[in-house]
């Protein structure tokens, strides 16, 4: 049963991954996360740093 759900858009930045990462791990409930990436909407650099 999925926990959550985030969308970050395209204007994402390594600040905004990390602050959404820190997000969804505070959740005890979260076993596993799935990362879906369309590369050139959201920068695949960005989300890696």
Do not use: M
């Amino acid at each position: 049963e999925p926990a959550n759900f985030l969308d970050i858009g395209g204007s994402s930045n390594p600040e905004k991954v990390v602050n959404a990462l820190r997000i969804i791990t505070a959740d005890p409930n979260v076993r596993s996360i799935l990362f879906n990436i369309f590369g050139g909407i959201t920068r695949c650099d960005d989300v890696a740093n």
